[in-house]
C-alpha cells in the first residue's frame, strides 16, 4: 500500500492523500496502546505489528496492511494494542486521506477492504483456535478423602487422570499388594489403558486428602496438541510398558 501512498512536501501545499508522518518503530514500541484515542489511519510500510488485545494476540499485520479504522469510523478508544515487532516503518494519515480514497481512488478503497477482510478472518481464526484449545488447568478438580479408590484394577474406563495434589500420595496396588507410589503433582496417570482400551491393572487410592483432574480420551487429541509433553510422557510409558511386560506382569501402569 505504501507504493499508492505519498509523502508529504513540506514545501508544497499537503495532497489529502500525504502522509502526515513516517515513523519508525523498535521492537517492542507500541504504535497504539489499547484505549488510546486514535485519529489516525496507520499503513505498515515495512515490519510487522502485532495486534493484542486484553494481553491476548489477535492478529499480525505485514507490508501494505492498514489499522487504526475504528477510531477514526467510530470515534471511539482503540480496541486493542499495535506493537512492533522488529523495526518497522509505519507511515499516518488523516481521516481526510481515508475519505480522499474511498471517493477518488478505488484502488486504494479495494486495498484497504482486503487488508481490513484479511485481518478479520486472521482474526477469527485465531479465536477459534484459543476457544478450541485447552488449558489443563480448566478442568474441574475432584476431591478424594484418605482411602478412597480413585481408579480400580480389573474395570475398564476412557478416562485418565492427573495429580494436582496429596497429603501422601496416591498408592497404586495390584492383586492387594503396593506396587508403587504417584507422588509428583502434575504426574498424569491412567492413560495408558485408555489409550489401548485395556482393563486397569492396578488400583489407585488416595493416602490423605487428595485433589485429582480427570480427562476424557476425546480429549487427548487437543491435549497433546497443547500439551506435546504429554505425549511425550505417554510414549515413555509405553515404551517401559513393553519392556517391563516379561519382568513384571504386574506393573505399575494403569
Known amino acids: 500500500m505504501s507504493d499508492i501512498f505519498h509523502r508529504a512536501d513540506e514545501n508544497k501545499q499537503a495532497h489529502p492523500s500525504q502522509a502526515k508522518s513516517i515513523h519508525v518503530y ?32 489477535i492478529r499480525l499485520l505485514e507490508s501494505q496492511d492498514v489499522f487504526g479504522l475504528e477510531g477514526v469510523l467510530f470515534n471511539k478508544p482503540s480496541p486493542y494494542a499495535a506493537r512492533a515487532l522488529g523495526k518497522t516503518r ?57 482411602g478412597a479408590v480413585i481408579l480400580e484394577e480389573g474395570t475398564a474406563g476412557a478416562e485418565f487422570f492427573r495429580l494436582v495434589s496429596s497429603q501422601g500420595g496416591l498408592r497404586v496396588s495390584a492383586g492387594g499388594k503396593e506396587v508403587g507410589r504417584i507422588d509428583k503433582p502434575g504426574e498424569f496417570f ?35 496438541k497443547d500439551h506435546p509433553e504429554i505425549a511425550l510422557q505417554i510414549i515413555r510409558k ?8 516379561h519382568l513384571n506382569p504386574t506393573g505399575t501402569l494403569v
Not at 489401548?196 to 497433546?224: C, E, H, N
Not at 509405553?238 to 511386560?245: E, F, G, H
Open 238 to 245: 509405553l515404551i517401559a510398558r513393553s519392556i517391563d511386560s
Open 90 to 146: 509505519i507511515a499516518a494519515y488523516s481521516p481526510d486521506a481515508l475519505d480522499h480514497f474511498i471517493r477518488e481512488n478505488p484502488r486504494m478503497t479495494r486495498n484497504i477492504m482486503i487488508s481490513t477482510v484479511t485481518q478479520l478472518m486472521q482474526t477469527s481464526h485465531n479465536l477459534s483456535m484459543e476457544y478450541n484449545s485447552f488449558s489443563l488447568e480448566d478442568v474441574r478438580v475432584d476431591f478424594f478423602e484418605d
Open 190 to 224: 491412567g492413560e495408558v489403558a485408555a489409550l489401548l482400551k485395556l482393563p486397569r491393572r492396578a488400583t489407585v487410592t488416595s493416602i490423605g486428602d487428595s485433589a485429582v483432574q480427570k480427562y476424557r480420551m476425546d480429549d487427548l487429541d487437543i491435549i497433546v
Open 26 to 57: 523498535r521492537s517492542g514500541e507500541d504504535v497504539i496502546r489499547e484505549g488510546e484515542q486514535v485519529n489516525c489511519v496507520f499503513a505498515v510500510m515495512d515490519g510487522q505489528i502485532r495486534i493484542i488485545q486484553r494481553g491476548r494476540k
